[in-house]
C-alpha cells in the first residue's frame, strides 16, 4: 500500500526492543516536528543550510533526475520543498502547506557544462479565494471529489514557463490547478483522483503536476552521526532505523519532458550528460542601494542540486553551522560562480567526515588533495577527471558538441540520458553495480546515504567502507515510488 513504512529483517526483536522503537519514532518524529507551525526545526539530515530553515516553503529538500521507466524517450525531473509536513486529518485545520506565492521555483539543466543554465522550467503560484467574502476555512464542509468543487474554497493555481539561454520565455501552462494539501480522508475521500485531474500535458509532449505527496526519501538515521562527529549509532547493531520522515509529506514539482528539450542542440544521443538543480528565489531588493531607486527582483535564496552537499563536504547541519557561512553561500550562488568559492572548493579536495571518522574510529582517512570528492560534486564520473570509477560515465566532456574550453567546475547532479532503464535497480547505485542509479543522477528509491559515506571513505579506488554502514533489525522507510508518472506515493493522511 502506498505511504506504508516496510519492515526489514528475520530476527524476532523483544518487547523491550519494541519498545525502544516506538521510544526512537516518536522522538525523531519530535524532532523533525519541532516548529511545523512556526516555520523552523532541528531534524539534521534534511535541511542543507541555516537560512533555509526560516522559510520552509522555499526548503529545497531533493532534487531527483531520471529516464522515466515508463517512457524511455522522456526525462523525469522533480524538486521536492517545504518539509515536515505532519498528515493531515480533518480536525487539524492547521495542516495547510501551499507552495509560497509570488515566489519562482525552477528546476535548470545545464547541457554544455558551463554552470549557466541552457533550460530553465519556472513555476509561479497564486491564491484563488473562492470562499465567501474571503473568510471560513479553506477546506469543507463537504468532501472534496474534484479539483472544481466549490468545497475547494481556496485553490492554488500556477504558471509553468520554460526559459531558455538568452531570456526566451515560453509560456507552456497558465492557471494550472495545483494538488491540494490532503486535508484527511473526511475531506478528501480519494486523493488519487484530486491528483490525477492536476495532472497537466505539456505542449510538445511531456506532462507536470504540483502536488502534496509521501516523502520520498530514503534516509539511513544511523548514518547521520558519521557524516557529524565520526561515529555511527548512538546504539550500533540493532537499533531501529526509524527515520520520522517515512511518515510525513512534502512539496512536489514533477516534471516529464522529452529527453531533445534538455539535451545539446536537442541530441541526446550525440549529447547525452545534462547537469540539473533546483531553486528558489523570492523577490526582494538590494538594501545597499536606495530603495526608492530600484524595482523588487526576485533573488536566490535555495538551492539544491547534488544531495547531502553540507552533510558530506562540511560534516554540518543545523546547529553545527554558522549563518552566512559556505552553506548559506552555497543556497545564493549560481552553479557557474562555484569555481571562485574558496571555501567550497577546499572542502572538496577536503572533506570533513573522513577525518571525523579517523579521530573516531582509528580508520584511516584517505589521502587528499581527494581529487575523486571534487569530480564527484563537481565534474561527474569520468575515466581522466579525477574520479576513481575508471570509465565515462556523466561528465560533460562526454558531449560531442560541448566547448571545453567552457566546462567549469560545478556543483550539479549530472545524468547521462543514455543510461538504460535497469530491470534490476539497486538501491546504492553505481557503486553496486547499478550505473542508472545514484551518482548517474538519483532515483526516487535510491539511498544516497550510504554510498556517499563510502565514497567519503575512498571506493571505489580503495577497500571497502561497508562495514560502517550498520544493519538495523527494523528498518522504516518510505514505500518504494511507483514505477509510473507521477511515481511518488499519495500523501499520508488521517480520517
Same mark, same amino acid.
Given at each position: 500500500?502506498?505511504?506504508?513504512?516496510?519492515?526489514?529483517?528475520?530476527?524476532?526483536?523483544?518487547?523491550?526492543?519494541?519498545?525502544?522503537?516506538?521510544?526512537?519514532?516518536?522522538?525523531?518524529?519530535?524532532?523533525?516536528?519541532?516548529?511545523?507551525?512556526?516555520?523552523?526545526?532541528?531534524?539534521?539530515?534534511?535541511?542543507?543550510?541555516?537560512?533555509?530553515?526560516?522559510?520552509?516553503?522555499?526548503?529545497?529538500?531533493?532534487?531527483?533526475?531520471?529516464?522515466?521507466?515508463?517512457?524511455?524517450?522522456?526525462?523525469?525531473?522533480?524538486?521536492?520543498?517545504?518539509?515536515?509536513? #505532519?498528515?493531515?486529518?480533518?480536525?487539524?485545520?492547521?495542516?495547510?502547506?501551499?507552495?509560497?506565492?509570488?515566489?519562482?521555483?525552477?528546476?535548470?539543466?545545464?547541457?554544455?557544462?558551463?554552470?549557466?543554465?541552457?533550460?530553465?522550467?519556472?513555476?509561479?503560484?497564486?491564491?484563488?479565494?473562492?470562499?465567501?467574502?474571503?473568510?471560513?476555512?479553506?477546506?469543507?464542509?463537504?468532501?472534496?471529489?474534484?479539483?472544481?468543487?466549490?468545497?475547494?474554497?481556496?485553490?492554488?493555481?500556477?504558471?509553468?514557463?520554460?526559459?531558455?539561454?538568452?531570456?526566451?520565455?515560453?509560456?507552456?501552462?497558465?492557471?494550472?490547478?495545483?494538488?491540494?494539501?490532503?486535508?484527511?480522508?473526511?475531506?478528501?475521500?480519494?486523493?488519487?483522483?484530486?491528483?490525477?485531474?492536476?495532472?497537466?500535458?505539456?505542449?510538445?509532449?511531456?506532462?507536470? #503536476?504540483?502536488?502534496?505527496?509521501?516523502?520520498?526519501?530514503?534516509?539511513?538515521?544511523? #548514518?547521520?552521526? %558519521?557524516?557529524?562527529?565520526?561515529?555511527?549509532?548512538?546504539?550500533?547493531?540493532?537499533?531501529?532505523?526509524?527515520?520520522?520522515?517515512?511518515?510525513?509529506?512534502?512539496?512536489?514539482?514533477?516534471?516529464?519532458?522529452?529527453?531533445?528539450?534538455?539535451?545539446?542542440?536537442?541530441?541526446?544521443?550525440?549529447?547525452?550528460?545534462?547537469?540539473?538543480?533546483?531553486?528558489?528565489?523570492?523577490?526582494?531588493?538590494?538594501?545597499?542601494?536606495?530603495?526608492?531607486?530600484?524595482?523588487?527582483?526576485?533573488?536566490?535564496?535555495?538551492?539544491?542540486?547534488?544531495?547531502?552537499?553540507?552533510?558530506?563536504?562540511?560534516?554540518?547541519?543545523?546547529?553545527?553551522?554558522?549563518?552566512?557561512?559556505?552553506?548559506?553561500?552555497?543556497?545564493?550562488?549560481?552553479?557557474?560562480?562555484?569555481?571562485?568559492?574558496?571555501?567550497?572548493?577546499?572542502?572538496?579536495?577536503?572533506?570533513?567526515?573522513?577525518?571525523?571518522?579517523?579521530?573516531?574510529?582509528?580508520?584511516?582517512?584517505?589521502?587528499?588533495?581527494?581529487?575523486?570528492?571534487?569530480?564527484?560534486?563537481?565534474?561527474?564520473?569520468?575515466?581522466?577527471?579525477?574520479?576513481?570509477?575508471?570509465?565515462?560515465?556523466?561528465?560533460?566532456?562526454?558531449?560531442?558538441?560541448?566547448?571545453?574550453?567552457?566546462?567549469?567546475?560545478?556543483?550539479?547532479?549530472?545524468?547521462?540520458?543514455?543510461?538504460?532503464?535497469?530491470?534490476?535497480?539497486?538501491?546504492?547505485?553505481?557503486?553496486?553495480?547499478?550505473?542508472?542509479?545514484?551518482?548517474?543522477?538519483?532515483?526516487?528509491?535510491?539511498?544516497?546515504?550510504?554510498?556517499?559515506?563510502?565514497?567519503?571513505?575512498?571506493?571505489?579506488?580503495?577497500?571497502?567502507?561497508?562495514?560502517?554502514?550498520?544493519?538495523?533489525?527494523?528498518? %522504516?522507510?518510505?514505500?518504494?515510488?511507483?514505477?509510473?508518472?507521477?511515481? %511518488?506515493?499519495?500523501?499520508?493522511?488521517?480520517?
Amino acid at each position: 500500500m502506498p505511504g506504508t513504512p516496510r519492515t526489514s529483517g528475520t530476527n524476532p526483536l523483544s518487547r523491550r526492543r519494541l519498545a525502544v522503537l516506538a521510544a526512537t519514532t516518536t522522538a525523531l518524529t519530535a524532532a523533525a516536528l519541532s516548529g511545523q507551525f512556526t516555520g523552523t526545526s532541528e531534524a539534521g539530515g534534511h535541511i542543507d543550510a541555516p537560512s533555509t530553515v526560516l522559510d520552509s516553503p522555499a526548503d529545497l529538500t531533493d532534487v531527483y533526475a531520471f529516464t522515466s521507466p515508463d517512457n524511455a524517450d522522456m526525462v523525469t525531473l522533480i524538486a521536492n520543498v517545504r518539509p515536515f509536513q #505532519v498528515p493531515g486529518t480533518a480536525a487539524n485545520a492547521l495542516a495547510d502547506f501551499p507552495f509560497a506565492t509570488g515566489a519562482r521555483y525552477e528546476i535548470h539543466a545545464d547541457a554544455d557544462g558551463d554552470g549557466a543554465p541552457d533550460t530553465t522550467y519556472r513555476w509561479t503560484f497564486r491564491d484563488e479565494d473562492r470562499r465567501p467574502f474571503g473568510t471560513g476555512p479553506k477546506v469543507g464542509p463537504l468532501p472534496v471529489n474534484s479539483l472544481d468543487d466549490r468545497s475547494l474554497g481556496v485553490r492554488q493555481k500556477y504558471t509553468l514557463e520554460k526559459v531558455e539561454a538568452g531570456g526566451v520565455t515560453q509560456t507552456l501552462l497558465k492557471d494550472a490547478i495545483a494538488s491540494p494539501t490532503h486535508t484527511g480522508r473526511a475531506l478528501m475521500p480519494d486523493y488519487g483522483t484530486l491528483r490525477t485531474q492536476a495532472i497537466r500535458q505539456l505542449p510538445g509532449g511531456g506532462r507536470t #503536476v504540483a502536488t502534496q505527496a509521501a516523502e520520498s526519501f530514503k534516509a539511513d538515521t544511523q #548514518v547521520f552521526g %558519521l557524516y557529524t562527529v565520526g561515529t555511527r549509532g548512538p546504539v550500533p547493531g540493532w537499533l531501529p532505523d526509524a527515520q520520522p520522515l517515512s511518515a510525513l509529506n512534502v512539496n512536489s514539482l514533477v516534471l516529464q519532458v522529452p529527453k531533445s528539450e534538455i539535451a545539446l542542440n536537442g541530441d541526446p544521443k550525440r549529447n547525452p550528460v545534462v547537469g540539473v538543480w533546483a531553486s528558489v528565489s523570492r523577490q526582494g531588493a538590494n538594501l545597499e542601494r536606495s530603495l526608492s531607486e530600484q524595482a523588487p527582483t526576485f533573488r536566490q535564496v535555495s538551492r539544491h542540486g547534488m544531495p547531502h552537499v553540507a552533510f558530506a563536504l562540511f560534516g554540518s547541519t543545523i546547529g553545527l553551522a554558522e549563518p552566512g557561512g559556505p552553506e548559506d553561500r552555497l543556497q545564493a550562488r549560481a552553479p557557474k560562480d562555484d569555481h571562485l568559492e574558496s571555501d567550497f572548493l577546499a572542502a572538496t579536495l577536503d572533506p570533513v567526515p573522513p577525518r571525523r571518522i579517523e579521530r573516531a574510529q582509528g580508520r584511516k582517512a584517505p589521502a587528499t588533495p581527494r581529487h575523486d570528492i571534487q569530480a564527484l560534486f563537481m565534474k561527474g564520473i569520468g575515466k581522466d577527471n579525477g574520479a576513481t570509477f575508471g570509465f565515462d560515465l556523466n561528465t560533460h566532456t562526454m558531449n560531442a558538441d560541448a566547448d571545453p574550453r567552457r566546462i567549469v567546475l560545478a556543483e550539479q547532479l549530472r545524468l547521462n540520458l543514455n543510461t538504460p532503464v535497469t530491470t534490476s535497480p539497486k538501491a546504492h547505485g553505481v557503486l553496486d553495480g547499478d550505473l542508472q542509479g545514484f551518482p548517474n543522477g538519483r532515483r526516487l528509491n535510491d539511498n544516497i546515504d550510504g554510498p556517499l559515506i563510502r565514497m567519503l571513505e575512498g571506493e571505489p579506488a580503495g577497500p571497502s567502507a561497508a562495514e560502517l554502514l550498520p544493519q538495523p533489525v527494523v528498518g %522504516l522507510e518510505p514505500a518504494d515510488a511507483q514505477t509510473v508518472f507521477p511515481y %511518488l506515493n499519495l500523501p499520508h493522511a488521517g480520517p
